[in-house]
């Protein structure tokens, strides 16, 4: 029977010690500690094997590694970047104007994760800044009482005049749905609606659509649907319509015919978050004089992956006209009145500095201009990005991955607004989305608005 030594082990003897003291023998325990000190290389040389690794438990590793890190930082168990460390130069304040006499007038909505109610919620302020009115985001499916694992991770926010909200997911999220003022699902889908929807201007709505198990497959649709009923009204498919039916396409986007095939051919690179579809939206006819190479209705839409932006024509699904960087894995192109069409930069592999940026390129001169430079209005957000052109050329920027929302006039490079969704002493929380509208957008008063109870 072993026997453990009296008293403390010395620091320098330290487990060896121990051993020793034991009384077992040294070519023992010389062969335990390298046996241990060999499993922990490969345990080491696993995890950074299997963390460089898509799908499991490649994500799952990486996942758990930031989870930890966020831990460390704020003390707090949070899912992977719901929590991140607020910039320098933001200010210690949630709702801040910095110029309110450039503020274009008009409600803010902020689709922001609570850490409170551990959930995501939109937030409304009225134009005087005061908030008005709450949608909680709660799983149409689990109901308010749902385990916060089915919290539901949005991406896209559209608000209609009666008050009620639509919103879809991240790719991960299983999510297409509307809520009432009250938070209560008036129709929801369970399907992966991803990325940024955008309203045309008989007020369909239009969304990417991955059908299939994997979230990131090539099976990547444009699809329009009723915001009243959640019906869809038009599909366009990224696979037949786009790619196998135009040798154009197929060249512009340097696929070849065979590529979506099921059989495999030892040289390809078949990653199957190939696109990485993360916009789409129509050309209104109220701007269609401002780009004359266009029609109405013509969809630009966004290929992160390829850092590429393209307007395809609505009829034939024929790319008309593409772009690929300067931007890096961008998010958000919009036309915009002067015959331009902005993009929001992530600039995801910045070189010399973590900065995100907004640039506009005009589409028939290819010219391109990066429109904030100060120090003023660094910006950084190497995934998720939005923004929208406002009254007076404001621009209004969400950055999801620092928690905040600014609003910035080109014209100056100066700040006039900012909002930051403060949770810990040092920290912003996620949001996911934010968005700008007039004072007479709601058919009634949110102010007014009212639920049972």
């Not at 499991?56 to 890190?69: C, N």
């Not at 209005?377 to 995934?383: N, Y």
């Not at 080109?410 to 969704?421: A, G, H, I, S, W």
């Not at 102010?447 to 109870?453: L, N, Q, T």
């Amino acid at each position: 029977m072993l026997s453990l030594p009296t008293g403390r082990v010395s620091a320098p003897d330290g487990i060896f010690g121990l051993l020793i003291g034991m009384k077992l023998d040294k070519s023992l325990v010389i062969f335990v500690f390298s046996a241990v000190f060999l499993l922990l290389l490969l345990a080491v040389g696993a995890g950074f094997y299997l963390g460089t690794k898509k799908g499991f438990p490649g994500t799952q590793i990486k996942q758990a590694i930031r989870v930890g890190r966020g831990f460390v930082e704020t003390g707090v168990i949070a899912p992977e970047g719901l929590l991140s460390r607020r910039p320098e130069m933001a200010p210690e304040e949630d709702y801040l104007e910095h110029d309110a006499a450039r503020m274009p007038r008009g409600y803010r909505a902020m689709m922001r994760f609570d850490l409170t109610a551990d959930l995501y919620v939109v937030d409304l302020f009225d134009p005087a800044g005061d908030l008005v009115w709450t949608w909680r985001l709660d799983d149409p499916a689990a109901g308010a009482e749902a385990a916060r694992e089915d919290r539901i991770q949005p991406h896209g926010l559209v608000i209609l005049e009666s008050g009620d909200v639509v919103i879809n997911g991240v790719a991960e999220s299983k999510i297409l749905a509307r809520y009432d003022r009250c938070s209560i699902p008036v129709w929801s889908l369970n399907s992966y609606y991803h990325h940024l929807m955008s309203r045309d201007e008989v007020k369909g709505i239009w969304s990417w659509l991955t059908e299939g198990r994997d979230a990131y497959s090539q099976n990547q649709f444009m699809v329009r649907f009723d915001p009243e009923t959640g019906q869809e009204l038009e599909r366009i498919s990224a696979i037949k319509d786009l790619v196998q039916a135009h040798p154009e396409n197929q060249a512009i986007l340097n696929l070849p015919s065979y590529y979506f095939e099921g059989e495999r051919r030892p040289w390809e690179r078949r990653d199957t978050d190939l696109l990485h579809t993360n916009d789409v939206e129509a050309l209104p006819a109220a701007l269609a004089d401002k780009f004359p190479d266009f029609q109405p209705g013509d969809l630009l839409v966004s290929f992160r992956n390829y850092s590429m932006i393209a307007v395809i024509d609505r009829i034939t699904h024929k790319i008309k006209w593409r772009m690929q960087g300067p931007w890096i894995h961008q998010h958000d192109p919009d036309f915009t009145e002067d015959g331009r069409i902005s993009v929001f930069n992530n600039n995801f592999t910045a070189p010399y500095e973590r900065r995100s940026n907004i640039i506009t390129v005009d589409p028939q001169t290819m010219q391109t201009q990066t429109l904030f430079e100060s120090p003023e209005t660094v910006f950084f957000s190497d995934r998720m990005g939005e923004h929208q052109s406002l009254p007076g050329g404001i621009l209004h920027i969400t950055v999801p991955h620092e928690g905040r929302v600014i609003e910035i006039d080109p014209k100056t490079d100066e700040l006039v607004f900012e909002y930051n969704n403060r949770v810990l002493k040092g920290h912003n929380a996620h949001i996911a989305n934010s968005v700008w509208l007039p004072e007479e957008y709601f058919n009634d008063d949110p102010k007014s608005f009212a639920c049972p109870g």
